[in-house]
């Protein structure tokens, strides 16, 4: 998360705390990595604005939810107040749901999900929607190797594809473990599969070695270390 | 082609639950002829929506 927990209007010690990270990061990286961020729709569009014209100089490859997409026409007032390109897709479902940000302007990049956005079918077809509007692909997928299985056969039939999410397998080992032969990552690329079907099979052996902890200290305990955030007052921000 | 059977596999993935789909069919599968060929689907946990 390259932004802080922001006010709906906030001064600019928040705008040079992130400008001065992504400067960092610019200048420890270089040019030559692609360097991606998230504001996960936790700005409203008046401070998306201010942060995405700070992050301008330092040419992220996009900003991904710079603010909620319901309204996407909000969302292209700010994609077009910043020549950085904007995502968006991860909470939108169906073809439907994707029409009125191309339409509109509000994204250049659509990241929908293979998983509930309706299924390989629908996000091919959200896909070539969007190639309509000279907009890319970047299938949304933080879960685990089957997903990126899917997301990759998807990816390689789209002429639009742009880049695609996964869990760094190093971080989630365990989720790897979960599928037989999950897809080779190599210098970066992941490996299109060889094997029949979605190329990935899933460890049914394993999966029953690793039953899920539904109790407040493991689950519960999880999304609040991860996803919990709150703003300066005590209420509950975006994560 | 007949649905026979559904069944949820629940698995701690580390970071988060996956749910996986299995769905079996009285016909072979499209690819390899292989019998009673599962088809499975993920799926986050409800409460996991919010991730990015």
Same mark, same amino acid.
């Given at each position: 998360?390259?932004?802080?927990?922001?006010?709906?209007?906030?001064?600019?010690?928040?705008?040079?705390?992130?400008? =001065?990270?992504?400067? /960092? &990061?610019?200048?420890? *990286?270089?040019?030559?990595?692609? $360097?991606?961020?998230?504001?996960?729709? #936790? +700005?409203?569009?008046?401070?998306?604005?201010?942060?995405?014209?700070?992050?301008?100089?330092?040419?992220?490859?996009?900003?991904?939810?710079?603010?909620? =997409?319901?309204?996407? /026409? &909000?969302?292209?007032? *700010?994609?077009?107040?910043?020549? $950085?390109?904007?995502?968006?897709?991860? #909470? +939108?479902?169906?073809?439907?749901?994707?029409?009125?940000?191309?339409?509109?302007?509000?994204?250049?990049?659509?990241?929908?999900?293979?998983?509930?956005?309706?299924?390989?079918?629908?996000?091919?077809?959200?896909?070539?929607?969007?190639?309509?509007?000279?907009?890319?692909?970047?299938?949304?997928?933080?879960?685990?190797?089957?997903?990126?299985?899917?997301?990759?056969?998807?990816?390689?039939?789209?002429?639009?594809?742009?880049?695609?999410?996964?869990?760094?397998?190093?971080?989630?080992?365990?989720?790897?473990?979960?599928?037989?032969?999950?897809?080779?990552?190599?210098?970066?690329?992941?490996?299109?599969?060889?094997?029949?079907?979605?190329?990935?099979?899933?460890?049914?052996?394993?999966?029953?070695?690793?039953?899920?902890?539904?109790?407040?200290?493991?689950?519960?305990?999880?999304?609040?270390?991860?996803?919990?955030?709150?703003?300066?007052?005590?209420?509950?921000?975006?994560? | 082609?007949?649905?026979?059977?559904?069944?949820?596999?629940?698995?701690?993935?580390?970071?988060?639950?996956?749910?996986?789909?299995?769905?079996?069919?009285?016909?072979?599968?499209?690819?390899?002829?292989?019998?009673?060929?599962?088809?499975?689907?993920?799926?986050?946990?409800?409460?996991?929506?919010?991730?990015?």
């Amino acid at each position: 998360m390259p932004v802080p927990i922001t006010n709906a209007l906030d001064g600019p010690r928040k705008l040079n705390a992130a400008e =001065a990270g992504l400067r /960092a &990061v610019r200048e420890a *990286v270089g040019d030559e990595m692609d $360097i991606l961020l998230d504001m996960h729709g #936790r +700005l409203t569009p008046q401070m998306a604005i201010q942060y995405a014209r700070r992050f301008e100089p330092y040419a992220p490859l996009f900003i991904e939810e710079p603010c909620q =997409a319901e309204n996407p /026409a &909000v969302m292209a007032r *700010v994609a077009s107040a910043t020549t $950085i390109p904007v995502a968006t897709g991860e #909470r +939108l479902f169906l073809r439907w749901g994707f029409r009125e940000i191309l339409e509109t302007g509000g994204a250049s990049l659509l990241q929908p999900d293979p998983c509930h956005c309706g299924g390989i079918g629908e996000t091919r077809k959200i896909a070539t929607m969007a190639e309509t509007y000279y907009a890319g692909l970047a299938p949304h997928n933080p879960y685990g190797p089957l997903a990126t299985a899917v997301s990759v056969h998807i990816d390689l039939a789209s002429p639009n594809f742009v880049i695609q999410e996964m869990i760094d397998p190093d971080v989630a080992p365990e989720a790897q473990a979960l599928v037989i032969e999950p897809l080779p990552v190599v210098n970066g690329h992941i490996l299109p599969p060889t094997r029949p079907g979605l190329g990935v099979e899933v460890n049914e052996a394993e999966c029953a070695r690793r039953p899920p902890d539904f109790s407040i200290e493991k689950a519960g305990g999880m999304v609040m270390r991860h996803y919990y955030a709150t703003h300066e007052d005590g209420g509950i921000a975006d994560s | 082609m007949k649905i026979t059977r559904i069944t949820p596999i629940l698995a701690d993935g580390g970071h988060r639950i996956i749910v996986f789909v299995k769905v079996e069919t009285d016909q072979p599968g499209l690819i390899a002829g292989q019998p009673l060929r599962p088809c499975l689907c993920p799926s986050p946990m409800p409460w996991t929506a919010r991730e990015s």
